[in-house]
């Protein structure tokens, strides 16, 4: 007789989830969509989302429950922008004053599904999102008292602003990222870690954070990946006059978009290359006076914003994405161009430098601004010289996105923390930190 799958029945929560928008909502959505087809889902999120998650498919009640907790996040919210001066700048303020707004968020939670969870109607509790590991959870601790297993992850964040950028660290705002350690004191910061069945951390610098007596019960999984379906093999790239660059993100201080711009100038002039900065925000118009007063108007452009869908399309006709942030979290847009077939310049810093490797992309040592403007400078006339070296990276790259950074993948790597948590296997799952280049479908993941 045939063993039926392994299929747990998932509290998945997602305060940030949202399928028509970007970043930490549009990652909280993806995840949980893969988890669904390997276990038995509820997602669990914000009411911001419900109309958007609705217009997907989902029914609510059946699906997905949207809580309402505006009564406290919506004045916090407020604050925030007021605090932060601008949108843009000052996310550490925005997420010390969302783990204020998230105590309540949970509470209701707990409220909602108290009797579910004594009636055994879930196998566990998963909270997806916060990705922030300074957020705490109450529901660790409630769970943990009632037999209920409590999974938190992906956890990212935490990357130390490299010492030579302090100036730009003023300029973002980020007075509070000066007291960072202070979140330790908030009511369940430290019971969150002892009270989690287990722990999934996202990145290497956030597994370094871990106090070492949980790090028993942490598992590496990146928290980034991508859908297959909206990117499409991508067509061979034809030889063409000049290199085309892409740069994609906010336009902020730490994104370095000013530092690529002045890498990039005189191979613009020579009509070497040409560069296209994907993205808005408040650094535009000092991007767009700096391109003027460097002469490169001819071969540099500014999209402003776009909506997610067009940004695929500018990955795919580009040859390189040249992306110099210094204190990138995750770095999806690595995973994207290399999905769309661009070969990634990053920083051998944070979160892109567990994407990309020296195989599928260029890895640049941090150090003072001028070091890491002649090193992108130098990768960028590297490549314009000899374009054809570009296509190695490019299929290794393809390779790893396919095998272990799409949402799928990512589903079973979780479906084994599930396993483990659950008694369904003895050990700890280990997929290696970072992953390796391509990572093989192991007999031992389920299917």
């Known amino acids: 007789m045939t063993k039926p799958p392994f299929r747990p029945r998932v509290l998945l929560i997602a305060e940030a989830a949202n399928p028509e928008w970007a970043s930490v909502p549009l990652e909280g959505w993806s995840h949980s969509r893969a988890l669904a087809g390997v276990a038995e889902t509820h997602l669990v999120t914000h009411i911001r989302n419900r109309d ?3 217009r997907a498919g989902l029914v609510e009640g059946r699906d997905f429950t949207a809580i309402d907790s505006e009564a406290v996040s919506r004045p916090l919210y407020r604050a925030a922008e007021l605090l932060r001066g601008g949108a843009g700048r000052g996310w550490t303020t925005v997420s010390a004053l969302n783990s204020l707004s998230y105590y309540y968020f949970e509470h209701l939670v707990w ?9 055994r109607r879930f196998d566990l509790v998963h909270r997806l999102t916060p990705l922030n590991p300074v957020t705490p959870s109450i529901l660790a601790a409630r769970c943990r008292r009632i037999g209920m297993p409590f999974l938190l992850g992906p956890l990212n964040g935490g990357v130390p602003w490299p010492r030579q950028f302090d100036s730009a660290r003023r300029r973002e705002r980020e007075w509070l990222s000066y007291l960072r350690n202070a979140y330790r004191l908030l009511p369940a910061a430290r019971s969150t870690l002892r009270d989690s ?34 990117f499409p093999a991508p067509s061979p790239r034809p030889a063409r006059p000049r290199l085309r660059v892409i740069f994609l993100g906010r336009l902020v201080p730490y994104k370095g978009p000013d530092m690529l711009v002045e890498a990039a100038a005189p191979l613009v002039r020579d009509g070497r290359i040409e560069l296209t900065l994907v993205g808005d925000g408040p650094e535009r118009g000092a991007i767009e006076r700096m391109i003027r007063d460097l002469g490169a108007e001819a071969g540099m452009k500014l999209t402003g914003w776009i909506d997610q869908s067009a940004v695929h399309g500018h990955l795919r006709e580009a040859d390189v994405l040249a992306f110099p942030s210094i204190r990138e979290f995750g770095g999806a847009a690595a995973l994207e161009a290399m999905a769309s077939g661009a070969v990634p310049i990053v920083m051998n810093y944070g979160g892109p430098s567990e994407l990309v490797t020296p195989s599928s992309g260029y890895l640049l040592e941090m150090g003072p601004r001028a070091s890491i403007v002649a090193r992108l400078r130098a990768a960028l006339e590297e490549i ?4 054809s070296r570009l296509e190695a990276k490019r299929q290794a790259g393809l390779r790893r996105v396919r095998t272990g950074f799409t949402w799928e993948a990512k589903s079973r790597q979780v479906l084994e923390v599930y396993r483990w ?12 930190m970072p992953l390796p280049d391509e990572i093989p479908i192991s007999p031992e993941i389920s299917s």
């Open 52 to 54: 958007a998650i609705a």
């Open 111 to 119: 409220r909602r599904f108290l009797d579910a969870f004594r009636a």
């Open 197 to 230: 069945s287990a722990v999934i951390i996202g990145s290497r610098d956030t597994w370094i954070q871990v106090p070492p007596t949980f790090l028993r019960r942490c598992v590496y999984i990146p928290e980034n990946a991508v859908e297959p379906a909206r």
């Open 384 to 387: 314009a010289r000899d374009p």
């Open 421 to 432: 948590i659950l008694g369904a296997r003895p050990d700890k799952p280990d997929f290696g």
